[in-house]
Every structure is written in C-alpha cells, then in structure tokens.
C-alpha cells in the first residue's frame, strides 16, 4: 500500500536560512511525486512534480526537490527563506492511478 | 481564468439538514475529486469521477454523496450532515487520470455542523 510520510509538522527557519521539509514514501510501484503548498484561508497551489527524468526537479518561488529512490524520499528544499515563504506545505504521491496520497502537512513558520 | 470554484466558502448548519457544497472549473478537465482536511490528517479523499457520469469512492465516503451530470460541475452532497462532517471541505479537478498531472484546487468550504 502507498503512503506518505511528512517528518516535523511544524518547522521554524529564519529569514534567509535553508529551508528543508522532509518527505519520505512508501510504493510498490515506482510513485509520481508532488509538493503543494497552501496559504491561510487558500486552496492548495501545485509547487513542483516529479514525473520521470531528471530526479532534481525545480518548482516556483525557488523552491526544489530532488527524489531519491534508494532512500524513498522527496525532500523539498529552498535556500534563503522568504517571510512570504509562511505557509503549509504538503508532499503527494500517486502510482499513475486516480488515487493520491497526501501527508499531513508541515506548516512552516519563517522567523525575522 | 483557469480556476476551480467552491461555493459557498464558509457554510454552518445544524444536524440533520441536508446540503450541497458545489464544484465547478473551467478548464474541461476530465477527473474531479472531493477531499476533506482535518488538522493532522491532512487531506483525505471523498469522492473522485472520471468523466461524465463516472464516480467512484474514496477512502471516506460515508454521509456524502456525489453526481456528475455535467463535466465542469461536481456537487458534493450531505444528505444528513453531522458534527463530525465539521471539516475543511477541497474540490479538485486534473486534466488526466494521476501521473503527469498535478491537481488545480479550489479555494475550500469551511464547514460547521452543530
């Protein structure tokens, strides 16, 4: 069975220090993987994919994630920190079916 | 502008009272799906629909239905809401079935049963 794992449901940075929001996941098949981020009293907002090819993928607002098959993880990274960077972030995963398994989030809070 | 609208954003009734979240996008996807978010669950699926006429459940579709009777609308319906259907309520809508394609999302309906 598919799941997705989103260690720290809280994480705190400051302003212009590396964000790093971990996310590991279990598959059986090789899993198309997704990061979204939602922002107070929003929807969510598809910030990168990763389908197949490059493992590095690039997304919005400076963010990037990179897949790693061998430690089952699709850890999302940004370098400097953005105040406008505050949000909840959430990790995704679908095996190329109609169902998509979110992790339970990681809210970011981005200190001055 | 390519969006998914929810309407209404923030809705409170009383137990028992029947109600209809609505779901509409304009961008002539075909897959559709509803989901509820509740802090520390993240968000779980209700319901999802392939095309026209086409729906399935998801991993918590008890008290809720769903039609889709056209392709840009997706009710989802509460024939006899309950305190514990109090949640964050996302509409959703993919061009194709997984894979490639990532989810546009609505804006979210907040919803109170007491």
């Known amino acids: 069975a598919q799941s997705v794992t989103q260690l720290g449901s809280h994480v705190s940075v400051s302003e212009g220090a590396l964000v790093l929001l971990r996310c590991n996941y279990s598959s059986s098949v090789p899993p198309y993987l997704f990061w979204y981020v939602q922002y107070p009293n929003q929807g969510l907002q598809l910030l990168l994919k990763y389908t197949t090819g490059a493992t590095l993928v690039k997304g919005i607002n400076g963010f990037e994630a990179e897949f790693k098959k061998s430690e089952t993880s699709f850890h999302l990274t940004k370098p400097s920190a953005h105040m406008s960077d505050a949000a909840e972030y959430f990790c995704a995963a679908t095996s190329g079916t109609y169902k998509y398994i979110f992790g339970t989030g990681t809210r970011l809070k981005v200190l001055a | 502008e390519a969006q998914v609208t929810q309407n209404p954003r923030y809705l409170i009734t009383v137990t028992g009272k029947k109600l209809t979240v609505t779901c509409s996008q304009n961008m002539n996807h075909e897959y559709m799906s509803w989901y509820r978010q509740d802090p520390g669950l993240g968000l779980r699926q209700i319901y999802y629909?392939?095309?026209?006429?086409?729906?399935d459940k998801g991993d918590v579709p008890e008290g809720y239905k769903v039609s889709r009777k056209e392709k840009r609308n997706f009710p989802l319906i509460l024939e006899s809401p309950s305190p514990n259907q109090t949640s964050l309520y996302f509409c959703?809508?993919?061009?194709?079935?997984?894979?490639?394609?990532?989810?546009?999302f609505g804006s979210g309906t907040r919803l109170t049963v007491v």
């Open positions: 959703a809508s993919s061009a194709r079935q997984g894979a490639n394609y990532g989810y546009t």
């Open positions: 629909s392939m095309n026209v006429e086409v729906t």
